[in-house]
């Protein structure tokens, strides 16, 4: 135990770029108390900037933005309440449909933190055609995808060559933080390996929900790529990289 808290002591200015702890918004946090519990968790796992981003997703996750403001105002209070040295910020997981780009324009959906970045959410039964499509829509319109949960969608993990595409045409590649641990089994621990061995990530989020089965294990997930990977590689994913992104200062 005394080496893991060691090692959180060593990393603590750890970024969460996708996460669901806006209580009653989406399936993430379902009370208040289930949020502050998440927050606790992040903290105490190193995380000093967290980025708040409740799904959207038509006929399916279309909470206000009203209601998705104020949410994030108590989340706010929240963290501040826990730690002055704790940042929250806001964003969307931004399921695709044909509507997106004049949505953002018009300011129905948040990008990350104000930025030109878009938590972009795809089908596992998209086909490459329409994610590389999506994205090249994105891009000539001015926003930067940063694919939420890259490692997931079937077509990206049967051709890697795919996801190198979508890495040099601009967009930006985001896995989960227990895609990468191994937490969600052996066979996605291996894939999102490969895609850091060939350096096509951009960012890991958590992207927790509960404190249940998909709680916030961004501190897991920090020890097994600095031991796989080495401490500059992970303090370039998980602090360098989203700290620039979120200042507006991408590629």
Known sequence: MKKRKDYWQRMKEIYDIHT???????DGADTLKTAKKMIRREYADGVRTIVLTPHFRKGMFESPMTKVQAGYQKVQELAAELAPDLQVLLGCEFHVNTEMVQML??????????????????????TFQFIENSCHELLTNGYTPVIAHAERYPTLQKNMDYLERLHDMGAYIQMNADSISGADGLRMKWFCKKVMKRDLLHFVGSDAHNMKNRMPQMGRCAEYMEKHMGRDYTKQILIRNPKKMLRKTVR
């Open 20 to 26: 669901h702890i806006i209580p009653g918004v989406d």
């Open 105 to 126: 324009k018009h300011g129905e959906r948040p990008t990350l933190n104000g930025t030109s970045c878009v938590l972009t959410e795809f089908s596992q039964l998209h």
